[in-house]
T-cell receptor
């Protein structure tokens, strides 16, 4: 089982819709959870961090964490074509020097 | 967010030569930096963790004698690809951890290496 799993996609949504990206992780005692956005040919950009159960909102982005289910998600409201990118879920383990493990990413396409 | 720079942004070299890539944290001190490699349409692969003042920790399967890492100061880590071959052509990205408390990592813009 991979330590951080994401659906590779592509996930295609129309402009203005809500895009929902999901991620599961295997280390039950993981402490820190991140969402990165990566445009083609560019390096990842941190867009959200979440550390406790529940929702965290930042503009059009909402991260949701459920530690009991080992599940973290990212909602993008009012999706724009400029949101088209690969979204990487990352989890910092509680062991091994707090190494951060990245998922393979979900490709999102927002159709105009 | 914290700013991380990389230099050069791209490099083309001949097979057998060595290439050095610099990673700098511009507005913060980073005790820990990470080096990743990414092939086209593939996910990030962690190569090594670079700790200031100590030897880097390499991931399984990464040759430490081929990929030399030096983290001599709190703002600079370097990756040297020695005796580069075409199969080393890839996108190399560094990141720096701002704080061990929250584990946020900020990435540099990456270096695209092409070995002829």
């Amino acid at each position: 089982q991979k330590e951080v799993e994401q659906n590779s996609g592509p996930l295609s949504v129309p402009e203005g819709a809500i895009a929902s990206l999901n991620c599961t992780y295997s280390d039950r005692v993981s402490q820190s959870f991140f969402w990165y956005r990566q445009y083609s040919g560019k390096s990842p950009e941190l867009i959200m961090s979440i550390y406790s159960n529940g929702d965290k909102e930042d503009g059009r982005f909402t991260a949701q964490l459920n530690k009991a289910s080992q599940y973290v998600s990212l909602l993008i409201r009012d999706s724009q074509p400029s949101d088209s990118a690969t979204y990487l879920c990352a989890v910092s383990l509680a062991t091994g020097g707090f190494k951060t493990i990245f998922g393979a990413g979900t490709r999102l396409f927002v159709k105009a | 967010g914290a700013v991380v720079s990389q230099h050069p942004s791209w490099v083309i070299c001949k097979s057998g030569t060595s290439v050095k890539i610099e990673c700098r944290s511009l507005d913060f001190q980073a005790t820990t930096m990470f080096w990743y490699r990414q092939f086209p349409k593939q996910s990030l692969m962690l190569m090594a963790t670079s700790n200031e003042g100590s030897k880097a920790t390499y991931e399984q399967g990464v040759e430490k004698d081929k990929f030399l890492i030096n983290h001599a100061s709190l703002t600079l880590s370097t990756l040297t690809v020695t005796s580069a071959h075409p199969e080393d052509s890839s996108f190399y990205i560094c990141s720096a951890r701002v704080s061990s408390a929250n584990n946020e990592q900020f990435f540099g813009p990456g270096t695209r290496l092409t070995v002829l």
